[in-house]
């Protein structure tokens, strides 16, 4: 019997490796003869590059960059050495998880850290770069990396401007001149399942400026800045990609790789599939077992379980799901690929415990799931 584990992280609890080690672990209970393909999952947001190096062969590297503020952090990405392939986590350099809530700053914070580490890329010899953009702490429309890429932004005395979304109201002239050259010889894609524009009422400022620290006065200033910026990138370079789908993730870090970089957006749980060689490894394949720390309608904007459970349906592969806590309107996933979803606990329990006794819960679902798969594959009496 072949069954695929491919969970995503349960957050603040265990690693998408951890759990499928753990959900393998119940399986081998009752299965211990069973083919247990374990391929951790991530959908482009916190910690997409640890599912891709635990699946395939590929290294941790480290970097120290700017942080959303200025303050150096140390930041990690990972290097797929056959295939020329850097795999980024924007959060690292520039995300919500650096910064204590009365620090974030949508005005000031940018994310020149990840152009940082996109140089670092390059100078490993990148020819493929994948940028997962969730959990940015910056609404600066990528002009923070754009900027430690060589882009130069300057006001109106011919003076660079300093870092931030609200800075570029300043924004007189952009000069490329200085622009690193290796960029062009670069594949970009972005990973991620924001199809916001950068401006306006569902721009980035407006939907996702407030939990970066801005109010509701700062949410219009701001909105003006990427649009006053979105003018001027118009001028000099081929195409004006401010109102296309995407264009608003990351705080508009997604119109700057667009604009400047020819990005490719794709869903960030496809990318992570094709990376890990989920499609291949589907064949033969008798059961599926993925989840997520939260089982809801939401999961149907391209989370993990959506995703696998797709290409599963392509194959005729059955999937079960286990989640930390089933949400309103789980159910709408029956139409979608997904047969059956279990929650992890089976009475009250705290988040604390949940969080701590995920390993065991895990576990005890699996091996549940095996005995009942066991049982109905049994002739009746």
């Not at 069973?34 to 480290?62: F, I, K, N, Y």
């Not at 940028?131 to 660079?160: F, K, P, R, W, Y």
């Not at 109201?169 to 622009?179: D, F, S, Y």
């Not at 996933?333 to 006794?357: N, R, W």
Request: charged share 20%; net charge negative.
């Amino acid at each position: 019997m072949k069954i695929i584990i491919a969970p995503d992280s349960f957050k603040d609890s265990l690693s998408a490796a951890g759990v499928a080690e753990a959900i393998a672990q119940g399986l081998e209970q009752v299965w211990p003869e069973a083919d247990l393909v374990q391929l951790p999952m991530a959908d482009g947001g916190e910690g997409t590059v640890e599912s891709v190096l635990s699946a395939c062969d590929g290294q941790w590297r480290s970097q120290p960059v700017q942080g959303p503020l200025g303050a150096t952090v140390q930041a990690r990405w990972g290097w797929l050495a056959a295939s020329r392939t850097a795999i980024i986590e924007m959060a690292q350099a520039s995300g919500l998880q650096l910064l204590v809530r009365e620090q974030r700053d949508a005005c000031a914070s940018s994310t020149y850290g990840t152009g940082e580490l996109i140089r670092a890329a390059l100078d490993a010899g990148a020819e493929r770069i994948i940028l997962a953009i969730g959990g940015s702490a910056t609404n600066d429309g990528g002009a923070g990396a754009m900027q430690a890429l060589g882009v130069e932004l300057l006001d109106t005395q011919g003076e660079l401007l300093p870092r931030g979304g609200l800075a570029l109201t300043k924004l007189a002239r952009i000069n490329l001149e200085h622009m690193d050259t290796r960029l062009s010889q670069v594949r970009f894609e972005i990973a991620a399942d924001v199809n916001n524009p950068l401006c306006g009422p569902h721009g980035a400022s407006a939907i996702f400026g407030p939990q970066k620290g801005a109010s509701s006065e700062q949410v219009e200033l701001l909105d003006a800045a990427l649009s006053h910026f979105a003018e001027h990138c118009a001028k000099v370079l081929p195409k004006d990609v401010r109102d296309e789908p995407g264009s608003g993730a990351a705080g508009g870090l997604g119109f700057a790789a667009k604009a400047f970089l020819d990005a490719q957006f794709r869903p960030g749980v496809e990318v992570v599939a094709e990376l890990v060689g989920l499609e291949q490894a589907m064949g033969g394949a008798d059961l599926v077992i993925t989840g997520e720390g939260r089982f809801d309608t939401q999961t149907l904007r391209g989370k993990t379980p959506f995703g696998v459970a797709r290409i599963a349906q392509r194959f005729g592969v059955p999937v079960v799901v286990i989640a930390g806590t089933l949400g309103d309107g789980y159910e709408q996933m029956y139409g979608h690929g997904v047969d059956a979803a279990f929650a992890l606990t089976a009475g009250p329990i705290t988040l604390e415990q949940a969080c701590s006794e995920a390993p065991r819960l895990l576990r005890e679902r699996a091996r549940d799931i095996a005995r009942l798969w066991e049982r109905a594959a049994r002739p009746c009496r």
